[in-house]
């Protein structure tokens, strides 16, 4: 047993400080996933506002998206991804979508008026979004990633370690398996 205190000494180290780094990640989507079990969230709070939109950026709409969603986010604060862009002949879509909000812009070509919707489902909102990564973008799902791979990676080199236990892996062994089972008869008999 000794001669492999070499593998387990920093085995056991990079089980605790890798745990210890994923530690407040995996108590944030820990805590918003009971937030999405249980529908804490309040309703959508909508605002819809009407505006003059330049005439000039409405030339070529599908040509000048790019100035379109910059004249947006500038003069009128949208803020998010922006998640769809349609145009034809008679008027211009844009949706943005940020964690517990989204935007809904419709421009009329021909009346050049700007038609701004905006839903924000608040703080519990704002939360069970960045749970599901939803409107968050690439950096903030990477982390969600992150975080699942140092919460399996404390869950295995855990189990690891407990087998390395001599005196504990006994009641370690009916402990994993009735955490099984139980998740097995529940599944079985409760989930339709």
Known sequence: ????????????????????????????????????????????????????????????????????????????????????????DQEVRAVFRRPGGRTDAVINIAEKRLELSRESRGLMGRLND??????AGRAWRILIDVTAGLLLFAIVSGVVLWLRLPRRRLIGSIALLAGLATWLVVYLWLVP
């Open 1 to 88: 047993m000794a001669g492999n205190n070499w593998i387990v000494g920093p085995f056991r180290a990079l089980h605790t400080y890798l745990a210890m780094l994923g530690l407040i990640p995996m108590a944030f989507f820990a805590a918003t996933g009971l937030a999405l079990n249980h529908g804490w969230f309040s309703e959508p709070d909508s605002q819809v506002a009407q505006a003059a939109f330049p005439a000039e950026l409405l030339a070529d709409p599908q040509g000048s998206r790019q100035a379109v969603v910059q004249h947006l986010r500038r003069q009128f604060k949208v803020a998010g991804t922006l998640e769809s862009y349609e145009c034809d």
């Open 130 to 135: 960045l749970h599901t990564g939803a409107g």
